[in-house]
């Protein structure tokens, strides 16, 4: 399968504890995004890499987010001290251009 | 601002057509896409416009008019594996952050 792939697909976690998901995108594709989604409503930008550079961040995100892509290739996204309002599917996607491919997500729930 | 607004629901017949529409601000974007969304799955990308105008991809066409900040979808010949959410999203101006709506479920009836 050379699709998106992400991993853990699902993360059950307390509150106040760290988390961090893992993001393969397709091997040619050099911009990479994370977006977070709930029920009823549509992805929620988070953060753009183009390559290894992260390009773009949402103003939304607070400081206990962060995302990495080192060498341009897969991305790391962590969640410091989780609240529960950080329940979500977290999606990532890649892109040659313009149409983004995403990955299954991984589900976080914190207790 | 970068709202991006699109009906929450609608219902159609196994075989008509369907038009979903958003709307935008168009200080905000520059292009537009749509993405389908089965319950539990991904999004998947339908298509990209960036100029105005219809286009055609098989059973769906996509129309933008920026200066009304106005875009829809059109499903034809509607099969029940239509039943989806469809996501109407923004590429920001100032690079690639996009933006998406909240998306339109869209149930298909026999």
């Known amino acids: 399968d050379t699709g998106v792939s992400q991993d853990p697909r699902h993360k059950i976690t307390k509150r106040g504890q760290n988390v961090t998901f893992r993001c393969d995108p397709i091997?040619?594709?050099?911009?990479l995004y994370w977006y977070r989604q709930t029920l009823g409503q549509g992805p929620e930008f988070l953060t753009y890499?183009?390559?290894?550079?992260?390009?773009?961040k949402s103003r939304l995100l607070s400081d206990r987010f962060s995302a990495e892509r080192p060498k341009g290739s897969f991305s790391t996204l962590e969640i410091q001290r989780t609240e529960q309002g950080d329940s979500a599917m977290y999606l990532c996607?890649?892109?040659?251009?313009?149409?983004?491919?995403f990955g299954p997500g991984t589900r976080l729930t914190v207790l | 601002g970068q709202n991006i607004d699109q009906p929450t629901e609608m219902t159609a017949t196994e075989g008509a057509i369907v038009q979903i529409n958003c709307t935008y601000q168009?200080?905000?974007?520059?292009?537009l896409f749509w993405y389908q969304q089965h319950a539990g799955e991904a999004p998947t990308f339908l298509s990209y416009?960036?100029?105005?105008g219809l286009e055609e991809k098989g059973r769906f066409s996509s129309f933008l008019s920026r200066s009304k900040g106005y875009s829809y979808l059109l499903l034809k010949e509607l099969q029940m594996k239509d039943s989806a959410s469809y996501l109407c999203?923004?590429?920001?101006?100032?690079?690639?952050?996009?933006?998406f709506g909240a998306g339109t479920r869209l149930f298909v009836k026999a």
């Open positions: 416009n960036v100029l105005d």
């Open positions: 996607a890649s892109s040659p251009t313009n149409e983004q491919f």
């Open positions: 091997s040619e594709h050099n911009r």
């Open positions: 999203a923004g590429r920001g101006t100032g690079g690639f952050k996009t933006i």
């Open positions: 890499f183009q390559n290894e550079a992260q390009l773009e």
């Open positions: 168009t200080s905000g974007f520059n292009g």
